[in-house]
């Protein structure tokens, strides 16, 4: 607002700027290191932190009133219901009506990289239906 | 107060105090307090309406996650980073061009805007190179999906999830854009000035959500 208008200074922008570009290079470095289990939960934890920096300092949430700080935070809860109990959904399901696949993993077994499983797509050229797979009536 | 600044429709002349000020509020920081509300309320179904989009991507991850993590390291990673630099970078100069308007530097904020339309630019740019890469590939949703490099099964959804995400986020750069061009044409007329510049704060917040849904997508769908 005007009473601030004078004496606001442009570094703190440039410093959230800093920060955000070493984040990326962080999950950009730990990305690549294929860090299995924690390759999830640590790019969760940088692109949160990175938001974070986004939200209460380019969107100056940091100098606003409560009900706006209200408002993001009920979205933000509702994002984290809407997935944690649709994951937990399917995460309980009988085994055998879940697509083939195991719970979070982020590494490709050895095996899996050497020999390509017998699963082959059908030739075919793109937009005709591909031979040899039974199509709807 | 700038009296050359433009009136807006539906202003109340007999007020004349400000010429800002819609006739039913009654005074400019009640109704930019109102603005600023309306527009966190927006941004809140739009981080909701990706939030589907995530859940979903979270239930296939779930289901499929060895071929996720291995189409994910066909995809262009170097596009991924390198178009978070450039959506990082033009979130700092919509800051900026907020902090011009607010210290009244009105010149030095419509540059800062048109710099934010040229990195916006570079983003869809780099991402037609990469979709037509991923098209040359047939790297694609469901029946299309022909890619020799990674024969599993579930890693078709990966790309069907790849081109819905990046393609809503996409389609919110192409809003920002055009919000940002009206900002941009608006304060180049002198329409905002230090006591008033909620419209181009309200813009800024759109485009810092644009790079916010693009913080979670660069993870999810290039590293991991």
């Known amino acids: 607002m005007a009473e601030n208008g004078e004496h606001h200074s442009a570094l703190p922008y440039f410093l959230v700027w800093v920060a955000l570009l070493i984040l990326t290079v962080t999950t950009y470095v730990t990305g690549r290191m294929h860090l299995g289990t924690w390759a999830l939960p640590l790019a969760m934890i940088i692109a949160v932190t990175k938001s974070l920096l986004v939200i209460l300092f380019f969107m100056h949430l940091w100098e606003q009133k409560g009900a706006n700080r209200i408002v993001i935070a009920t979205s933000f809860v509702f994002v984290a219901l809407i997935i944690s109990l649709t994951v937990a959904d399917v995460a309980t399901r009988f085994p055998l009506s879940t697509p083939a696949g195991a719970p979070f993993g982020t590494d490709i077994p050895a095996e899996l990289e050497e020999t390509a499983p017998e699963y082959q797509p059908p030739a075919g050229k793109i937009g005709e239906p591909p031979r040899g797979v039974p199509q709807p009536k | ?224």
């Open chain 2, 1 to 224: 107060m700038s009296e050359a600044a433009a009136l807006p429709p539906g202003e109340h002349p007999a007020r004349g105090a400000d010429p800002h000020l819609a006739h039913h509020f009654s005074s400019l920081e009640r109704q930019v307090d109102a603005s600023r509300l309306g527009m966190w309320l927006f941004l809140c179904t739009e981080v909701l309406l990706f939030a589907g989009l995530f859940t979903g991507y979270a239930v296939y991850r779930y289901s499929f996650p060895i071929a996720f993590a291995a189409s994910a390291r066909t995809s262009e990673i170097w596009a991924g980073t390198l178009n978070t630099v450039v959506l990082i970078t033009s979130s700092l100069t919509v800051a900026l061009a907020i902090h011009f308007v607010r210290t009244g530097r009105q010149r030095a904020a419509v540059v800062c805007l048109l710099i934010t339309l040229a990195f916006a630019l570079t983003f869809l740019g780099i991402k037609a190179i990469e979709y037509t890469a991923h098209f040359h590939e047939h790297q694609l949703p469901g029946r299309y999906y022909r890619f020799e490099g990674v024969r599993l099964p579930g890693a078709s959804m990966y790309w069907a999830l790849y081109f819905l995400m990046t393609g809503l986020h996409g389609l919110h750069v192409l809003i920002g854009m055009s919000v940002l061009g009206v900002i941009a044409w608006r304060t180049s007329r002198g329409y905002y000035t230090p006591h008033y510049y909620v419209g181009i704060e309200l813009a800024g917040l759109y485009w810092h959500l644009v790079d916010l849904i693009w913080i979670f997508l660069f993870p999810l769908l290039y590293l991991i």
